[in-house]
Each structure stands twice: as C-alpha cells, then as structure tokens.
C-alpha cells in the first residue's frame, strides 16, 4: 500500500510549490507554535522547528509521509520598519525541512540557506510594495516572487527556499521514501 504524502503546514507557498513540482498530498497541520530560542544558532532553531511539526503530524497519521518546513518566523508588524533594515542590505534565509514515516521509524531533515541582496529602497518605493503585497503572512514582510523583484536585487543559492521551501534538495528527499512528482 501506497503511502499518503501529507504536508504539516498551511503555508500557501509550500502548497504550491509541492503542486507545481507534480506531487500529490493531504494538508494535516498541526496546532505547534515555533518557538524562539537565542541560545540556537538559524540552523538549529529551524530544525528543532520543523521536528515539532513533522512529529505532530505523524503522530497523528503515522502511516503516512510527513513533510514538515520551518523559516524562523519573524511577523512583520511593521512591515515598512522591517523593509527599510533590509534596504540595500543582504541577508540569509535559512529552511529546515523534516520528512518522516513513522510507521517505518525512517526520517531524514536537512536544511538550506540562501542569501537574499535587496535594493536600496526608499519611503516611496516600500509603501508601492506593500500596497500590493500583504506583508502580514510573508517571514521578514516580503515575498522573492511576484512583485519581490522589485524589492530583491539578487538570491544566491535557492530561490525556492526563499519562497518557503528547497524543492531542489526536497524532491530527492521524498525520492528516499518512495515519493516522487508525478508528471
């Protein structure tokens, strides 16, 4: 028997990429708050992140395949503020990704890191931004694709884990559990 993908998140833009790379899933997100802890470096406080999602939803359906993603979430309230530190500056987006099948205690987790060069940007050209872009769902109030490359001079490194997950290093992960797009 074939086991269920299910994706431990509601973000939207992991949805999509999962659909436009030909994969077919369930959405069992679970109730988990990501914690913060100033004690883990980026890498550590994503992936202890995404085990609490992964664990929670395989708990629950430990039959299936368990994709879970954690970016440390920052909610831009106050989005210009937000955007006027990026301004002109570069920074690293880091994700963690956490597949298991707990039925088959079989997991595997790995991480990417991209950097992200924004413009400069003035009071002018973040208010245009933000007027068409909700900055209250987006880690660091911004999005690489749409109108992001108005704002993003350059990403070094995936583009896709800037837009919330590494298709390109979770492909051949799935590939592990007997997952792959179908095409």
């Known amino acids: 028997m074939r086991s269920t993908l299910l994706l431990a998140s509601n973000s939207p833009r992991r949805r999509e990429l999962l659909v436009q790379a030909g994969f077919t899933f369930e959405i069992l997100a679970p109730k988990i708050s990501e914690r913060f802890d100033v004690d883990l470096t980026l890498r550590e406080l994503t992936a202890f992140n995404a085990i609490r999602k992964g664990m929670a939803a395989a708990r629950l359906r430990p039959n299936n395949i368990v994709l879970a993603a954690a970016i440390p979430l920052r909610i831009a309230l106050n989005a210009v503020a937000m955007l006027r530190r990026l301004s002109g500056r570069a920074h690293e987006v880091c994700t963690s990704v956490f597949i298991c099948h707990l039925a088959e205690a079989k997991s595997t987790s790995f991480h990417e890191i991209s950097r992200v060069q924004f413009r ?34 350059k990403i070094d490194g995936s583009y896709t884990n800037v837009v919330g997950l590494p298709i390109e290093k979770t492909i051949p992960a799935l590939a592990e559990f007997g997952l792959a797009p179908k095409r």
């Open 120 to 153: 400069r940007l003035g009071r002018g050209k973040i208010d245009n931004y933000l007027a068409r872009v909700n900055p209250l769902d987006k880690a660091g109030a911004y999005a690489a694709q749409g109108f992001g490359t108005e704002i993003i001079e």
